[in-house]
């Protein structure tokens, strides 16, 4: 198995084709332009920096172009980059192709959507079980193939049904330990809490906000999507309200992005089980490439910590 960008130590040289996943451009100290690269392959993702561009780098190195790189891997304020020391356009003789960089979720679409549609089948309240259905089906195309975000965490092809499936069963758990919980609330506000990043983000590969997403954002969007689908279905029961606020206050505070504060349990546990099921991926990610007994880079998301691998894991 070819070894990944992620899986280089500080000090390897490495000369590999990867995937320009984001570039920017910016002007050094000395007034000369440079670009922050973001790196990719099926593991993950480097940052990297190529000094002294030209307009032609800035065209040859856009979001989605392939590249060979050579250089060395460097640690800088706490994480690895890649210092580039001679990089190019790839051709068709490179025999390379986009989909040889993705990284993507570990279950089957076919899978997380068979899961997703029995935990919309158990639910009990027509209202509630309607709507639920009635978004999923409307967003179900995009939804198996959206990223849960740009970065941080699940950041990945089908990275949002996956991270919707794995709440689903942290709800079904959790439900379990606590019955007083409403299931259909809850499995309802985990399916629809992030639909909206169908339209706020641009797509699977080399994700950015579109216009629609820096104005309104995934939570306006799907709070606006519950009301047009309940007009639709012919819907004006309580639960409609109570499905917005879920979505609405599924960040948990205002800090944090949340128009609204978690008024009710199951939005309360909503959050819990958003935030659990983030941190956990983010985790999982930066000690997947750590020996026991060494630290991870830090993780920006998690208050810049580097965590620690005990020597006695796995």
């Known amino acids: 198995m070819v070894k990944g960008i ?19 451009k910016g002007v050094a100290s000395n007034g000369k332009p440079f670009l922050s690269l973001v790196l990719q392959d099926q593991t993950g993702d480097i940052e990297a920096k190529l000094w002294d561009c030209s307009p032609e780098d800035e065209a040859d190195y856009m979001p989605e172009k392939i ?13 690895n980059q890649l210092k580039i020391r001679n990089i190019r356009s790839v051709s068709d003789l490179d025999n390379v192709s986009i989909s040889d960089f993705l990284e993507v979720a570990p279950l089957e679409k076919d899978e997380m959507m068979s899961k997703i549609t029995q935990y919309i089948f158990e639910m009990r309240n027509p209202n509630i079980q309607r709507i639920t259905r009635h978004l999923l089906k409307k967003h179900q195309a995009a939804f198996i193939q959206y990223p849960a975000a740009t970065k941080n965490h699940h950041e ?7 991270h919707v499936v794995s709440m689903l069963d942290l709800a079904k758990a959790i439900s379990s ?8 609330l809850l499995y309802s506000g985990v399916i629809l809490h992030d639909l909206g990043k169908v339209m706020e983000l641009s797509g699977p590969i080399s994700t950015v906000y579109t216009t629609e997403g820096n104005l309104l954002g995934h939570i306006t969007i799907m709070v606006n999507e519950i009301g047009k689908a309940a007009e639709e279905l012919g819907i004006h029961g309580e639960e409609v309200m109570i499905l917005q606020h879920i979505v609405l206050s599924h960040h948990g505070k205002a800090e944090w992005g949340s128009p609204k504060p978690p008024l009710i349990k199951e939005a309360e546990i909503l959050h819990y089980i958003d935030n659990l099921d983030a941190k956990m991926n983010m985790l ?15 993780v920006f998301a998690l208050d810049n910590r580097a965590f620690y691998k005990p020597t006695f894991h796995n």
Do not use: C
Not at 67 to 79: A, M, P, T
Not at 284 to 298: H, I, Q, T, Y
């Open 177 to 184: 330990l606590y019955p007083s919980l409403d299931k259909d």
């Open 6 to 24: 992620t899986h280089y130590e500080v000090g390897e040289q490495v000369d590999v084709y990867l995937l320009v996943k984001s570039s920017v």
């Open 67 to 79: 590249v060979k790189v050579f250089g060395d891997i460097q640690n800088y304020r706490g994480k």
């Open 284 to 298: 999982d990610r930066a000690l997947e490439r750590v020996k026991p007994g060494e630290f991870s880079d830090r």
């Open 156 to 162: 990945f092809i089908s990275g949002l049904a996956y």
